[in-house]
């Protein structure tokens, strides 16, 4: 009997045991679910220069960086930078053939990057604003497709794949708005995205001659007929935002307004354009605007941007699908 009783005793010390491991297993599985998200500072000093209003795209499996603005008073660079890992960036050969650089509409689509409109020259004489349409297979060897566009020269479109085409929302030319009428208000400066089959158009305005911002939302599935999600989403009204595509939810990154002149540094996302959630993090990048953003390797990165003073900065964050709303 003492037997008996001496192993039931050890018996129900071991699944005493068992358990207590077991509760602190889940109870610590818990807490690393809890965690708070953080972005990982990839690189300080990416090995181009710093700048702002690039062109950027994923391809390729690489991260590409093209143009964009050092200040208003020289030609914007014709650089190509691509990385593999966002740390360590190559640059292609030479000068690419395009010049219009600052603020334009970039995308991959038909197994090719493009790049197209933007502007040259900043506030120098011979300043424009380029209807000019660019593709390249490999980010060395371009093709100029053609020099006119059937849309006006503009610079901050809205520019997304959608059913097959490339499409292009909005923008404005020499600073002035050039856009037909949609359901949404003229603009630029503003970010489009594709999700559910269906293109949305976010915030923007208009920065000189006379400021203006948004932070309506508005969606499409032919681009005719528009839907006001929203007339004030609950992240600030701004232009020079940065919006991907990331766990079925659109994103809103950074941006900046006027009255008083403020960089952003939120983070927002939605499933449908109506209902927005600001995600936190402990860490995060220094505020900025007109930065790329990107979705590679499953994470979320960003690059460059006017963080006062310029940056060559690249940022990334894995974010789970069970930590959003």
């Known amino acids: 009997m003492m037997a008996r009783s001496t192993h039931t005793r ?9 358990a207590t491991s077991l509760c602190l297993s889940l109870i610590a599985r818990d807490g690393d679910a809890a965690e708070p998200l953080n972005w990982v500072k990839v690189t300080g000093e990416a090995g181009w220069r710093p700048r702002d209003s690039q062109g950027e795209a994923v391809f390729r499996d690489r991260l590409w960086v093209l143009g964009g603005w050092f200040d208003s008073f020289q030609a914007p660079p014709r650089d190509v930078w691509s990385s593999a890992d966002g ?20 995308l991959v689509f038909g197994d090719r990057m493009w790049l ?6 900043g506030r120098l004489p011979g300043h ?16 100029q497709v053609t020099d006119k566009a059937g849309w006006t020269p503009r610079i901050a479109a809205g520019a997304v794949v959608f059913q097959g085409k490339m499409w292009i929302l909005g923008g404005t030319e020499n600073y002035y708005f050039v856009t037909d009428s949609a359901g949404w208000s003229p603009r630029a400066y503003h970010q489009a995205v594709v999700l559910n089959d269906r293109m949305y158009v976010m915030g923007g305005g208009n920065y000189v001659p006379k400021y203006h911002a948004v932070n309506d939302v508005w969606s499409s599935a032919d681009g ?18 940065s919006s991907v595509t990331y766990r079925d939810r659109m994103w ?25 959630y600001e995600l936190k993090t402990e860490t995060r990048w220094k505020e900025r605007h007109e930065h790329s953003a990107y979705v590679f390797q499953d994470r979320l990165w960003i690059a460059g941007g006017h963080a006062q003073p310029l940056s060559s900065e690249v940022w990334s964050i894995d974010i789970p699908a069970e930590a959003l709303k």
């Open 252 to 276: 809103v990154l950074g941006g900046w307004s006027n009255n008083p002149s403020k960089n952003w540094g939120d983070v927002w996302y939605s499933r449908d354009g109506k209902s927005w």
């Open 10 to 18: 050890v018996g129900f010390f071991l699944l005493t045991t068992f």
């Open 224 to 241: 005719k007929t528009w839907v006001k999600e929203t007339t004030e989403a609950p992240w600030s009204p701004r232009l020079w935002f």
């Open 128 to 143: 424009s604003a380029s209807a000019e349409v660019w593709s390249t297979r490999d980010g060395e060897q371009w093709e």
């Open 116 to 121: 197209m409109g933007g502007w040259y020259n």
């Open 87 to 106: 740390k360590t960036w190559k640059q292609s050969p030479g000068e690419a053939p395009w010049k219009h650089s600052d603020l334009p509409m970039t």
